[in-house]
């Protein structure tokens, strides 16, 4: 089993920075996926960015040059930079992990077998 979990929610203001965390526990994959999605009520979850094991990333067309996504040298947290935060950016935030690297879609829910629970934030103009 795989556990991750999300941290670093909350509230900031428009413009402003905020950065979560995922921290990856269990039985691990040597080989991954990592990434951001994000969920509104009533909105389907979209994905935000993705990592991978050999280090390449991909960001949804509406964070990029605002969001940083970064793992750390054990591999066992991923991390979401996030600058010049809007409005829209509010939502419930989730970490997600799929074995391999080959494929590592942004936008495939399905593909990620693991997830954590969430951590809200709240963007206020």
């Known amino acids: 089993q795989v556990q991750l979990a999300e941290s670093g929610g909350g509230s900031a203001q428009t413009g402003g920075p905020l950065r979560l965390s995922c921290v990856v526990s269990?039985?691990?994959?040597?080989?991954?996926?990592l990434a951001w999605f994000r969920q509104v009520p009533g909105k389907e979850r979209e994905g935000v960015a993705v990592?991978?094991?050999?280090?390449?990333?991909e960001y949804a067309d509406s964070v990029k040059g605002r969001f940083t996504v970064s793992e750390d040298y054990g591999k066992t947290t991923m991390f979401l930079q996030m600058s010049d935060l809007k409005p829209e950016d509010t939502a419930t935030y989730y970490c997600?992990?799929?074995?391999?690297?080959?494929?590592?879609?942004?936008?495939?829910?399905?593909?990620?077998?693991?997830w954590g629970q969430g951590t809200q934030v709240t963007i206020t103009s």
């Open positions: 990592i991978d094991t050999r280090g390449r990333l």
């Open positions: 997600a992990i799929k074995s391999g690297f080959k494929w590592c879609p942004l936008n495939t829910v399905a593909a990620y077998g693991y």
């Open positions: 269990g039985n691990t994959f040597t080989d991954h996926c």
